[in-house]
């Protein structure tokens, strides 16, 4: 089981991996709450540019912006109980940038590809690790 320590409001916290079907449910979780996000972007090319159209569009876009960090903050405390114990501290000290910070630390427990692909990138920016030999 693997873990992250996170920051919020100046307290550390140490959230655990989920086991696989708990992962997989706060994952379609996640899926359904960010759906309206894909189709708002899907939907822009075919967005009419009218005044109606585009006044439709931002009010669109603004719902689902300006819900974004309040469902980020529901998906967290329902990956983590170790948050929700403080959830009253963590809703009114905590800061946003914090909130996404530790969210995204969760995404890689409840997607473990992520670390992979970053230890993957990792190795490409270091370049070969075989030695150099001369010619004969």
Known sequence: MRSVTV???EREYTICELRSRQN?????????RFESVAA???NTPATELTTAGVGGLIRNISNVVLGSIADVRELLFEYAPELAQDREYIEEE???????NAFTEV???????GS???RLGALIESGPQSKATSPK
């Open 24 to 32: 997989e449910a706060w994952r379609a979780a996640l899926k359904t």
């Open 94 to 100: 905590a800061y946003d940038s914090d909130l996404m």
């Open 116 to 118: 992979a692909f970053r």
């Open 7 to 9: 920051t919020l409001a």
């Open 40 to 42: 708002l972007i899907e």
């Open 107 to 113: 995404l890689t427990l409840a997607f473990p590809f």
